[in-house]
């Protein structure tokens, strides 16, 4: 029990410090923290992981920007959207990521329909 409440406020301390890094444009600390939030059962903590996650990326975090093009390719009903995860696949590409670039040739190499 003692371990658990250590492992607690460990935890807590280092979302407040990446939440800190992540509102002065930190992007591996907003990656950081839109895992933590993505893990939530909420849909506006899900949600809030999203935003956090599109920061990560546009501040040239590579692999937050390939976790939101596998999201918005892989998603069902209305976040499908094949056109914005190819923008987030080419982005990470962008960032010479290869899995990036290699995410970008698959769907180009598909029939996905980009106008869903």
């Known amino acids: 029990m003692r371990k658990a409440l250590?492992?607690?406020?460990t935890v807590k301390k280092a979302l407040a410090l990446y939440s800190k890094a992540c509102g002065g444009n930190d992007a591996f600390a907003c990656?950081?923290?839109?895992?933590?939030?993505?893990?939530?059962?909420?849909?506006?903590?899900?949600n809030?992981?999203?935003?956090l996650y599109d920061k990560a990326c546009n501040a040239g975090y590579a692999n937050a920007c390939i976790f939101l093009g596998r999201y918005y390719r892989d998603s069902k009903?209305?976040?499908r959207d094949y056109k914005k995860a190819q923008?987030?696949?080419?982005?990470?590409?962008?960032?010479?990521?290869?899995?990036?670039?290699?995410e970008v040739r698959i769907l180009q190499g598909t029939e996905y329909d980009y106008n869903h």
Do not use: P, T, W
């Open 6 to 9: 250590q492992s607690n406020k």
């Open 77 to 79: 009903g209305l976040m």
């Open 87 to 102: 923008e987030k696949f080419k982005i990470a590409c962008d960032l010479n990521n290869r899995q990036g670039c290699k």
């Open 48 to 51: 809030i992981s999203l935003k």
């Open 31 to 46: 990656h950081n923290v839109a895992v933590f939030y993505g893990k939530r059962d909420s849909k506006i903590m899900k």
